[in-house]
């Protein structure tokens, strides 16, 4: 009655309340926030709880992407070498794409995680393909290598592939089996090599299973891995893997652990592509199980670095791809000595390590984090809030 009475401009509906500020949509690689078992010891920027477990975890896997590239050249002279870079490829994206995966789990179609995506995803794609493509224009001397956001170059496939998954993730989650389906999809892709190399779709579809299985996986799963005995089997587990990346190194093709390629791609008959898929997809899960089991769970000096995995991602790229453009493994023979790469593979930790840092999180986050205010619409309920 007393609202009936009330003049027609007084009697408004009530503004919908304001909406907590979400979780960053690459919260995956730039930091996130949500806990797995165990308590949060330090507040994240939109004040939810942050878990040590996934900072260690997201920045030891960036530690092991350095180092995996600064091995690269020494496979040739050195099976050591070899057998540590297939060790290392079979298990660490797939790591970081599990965690990237479960840190999305609260992604949906709404406009401001939609926004998020844009500026935290897309737009450093954009971005960081145009400063790739220029660095090989000019360091490589090859003026002709043409722009294209279709044909993503070295490092910035992974941004593409968050994008897609992301966009995909209101699908996983209304499917009856959304694994078996996603490592289906992943299996023919494995023996299509009509694909092409547009967005990666390859390397897209191949990983997608990870991704998926992040997306499936709560708090409680984590805790299976995160224990002492967990611990004490990855050792032998690893072990393993290692006398047996030993033996493969010379008669297996290390193209396999990219999945940039289908099988007929690679030399090998199609049903290869099956077999070869599910295979490493299994090796994979079990040494990702492995090192998740050895991640500290505790407030430790690089767990801070673990919000700025992004930033020494893309970064760290430049030196990759230069040592390579300017000959540096040709030119300076101590490298390929036992010393050599031990003194190489500590320079690699160290300068990622560097490049995750906050003082460089500060001088890059206009263009991995940008705002961008001014390119979207106004939420006319927001404005009328401030109005009032």
């Known amino acids: 009655m007393n609202n009936l009475a009330q003049p027609h401009s007084e009697r408004r509906s009530p503004l919908p309340p304001t909406r907590t500020a979400p979780q960053p949509a690459d919260a995956a690689v730039t930091g996130g926030a949500q806990q797995a078992g165990r308590k949060s010891t330090e507040p994240s920027k ?22 995996g590239h600064s091995w690269e050249p020494l496979r040739d002279g050195s099976r050591s070498a070899a057998a540590l870079y297939i060790t290392v490829y079979a298990f660490h994206m797939p790591a970081f794409i599990i965690i990237s995966g479960y840190f999305s789990r609260s992604f949906d179609m709404r406009k401001d995680r939609l926004q998020r995506l844009i500026t935290g995803v897309a737009v450093p794609y954009i971005l960081f393909e145009v400063a790739y493509t220029l660095f090989k224009r000019y360091a490589d001397n090859d ?18 592939a968050l994008f897609i998954w992301r966009l995909t993730t209101p699908i996983w989650k209304v499917v009856r089996w959304p694994v078996p389906l996603a490592l289906a999809i992943a299996v023919l892709a494995s023996v299509s090599p009509n694909i092409g190399n547009d967005l990666d779709l390859q390397r897209v579809l191949q990983f997608l299973p990870f991704f998926v299985i992040g997306l499936n996986l709560k708090p409680e799963h984590f805790l299976i891995v995160r224990n002492k005995r967990a611990r004490i089997l990855a050792v032998p587990v690893f072990a393993s893997a290692l006398v047996f990346a030993y033996w493969a190194a010379p008669r297996m093709n290390a193209a396999w652990f990219y999945h940039r390629d289908a099988a007929q791609e690679l030399a090998a008959p ?37 919000a700025g995995t992004l930033y020494g991602y893309l970064l760290h790229g430049f030196l990759a791809k230069g040592s390579r453009f300017w000959g540096w493994y040709d030119d300076w023979d101590w490298i390929h000595t ?11 930790g160290a300068l990622i390590t560097v490049l995750c840092t906050p003082p460089v999180q ?3 986050r206009w263009a991995m984090e940008p705002k961008m205010a001014w390119a979207f619409k106004k939420d006319p309920a927001e404005a009328a809030r401030h109005r009032k």
């Open 143 to 160: 003026p002709g290598y043409d722009f294209s956001l279709l044909d993503p170059w070295y490092l910035t496939w992974f941004l593409i």
């Open 362 to 364: 500060r001088m890059f």
């Open 270 to 306: 199609w049903w290869s592509g099956a077999v070869m898929t599910l295979a490493m997809f299994g090796c994979s899960l079990v040494l990702v199980a492995c090192f998740f089991a050895w991640i500290p769970g505790r407030t430790m000096w690089c767990t801070a670095l673990g």
């Open 46 to 67: 939109n004040g939810k709880q942050r878990d040590a477990f996934f900072d260690n975890a997201k920045y030891l896997a960036i530690v092991l992407v350095a180092m």
């Open 338 to 348: 036992p010393w050599g790469a031990i003194v190489l593979t500590l320079f690699a």
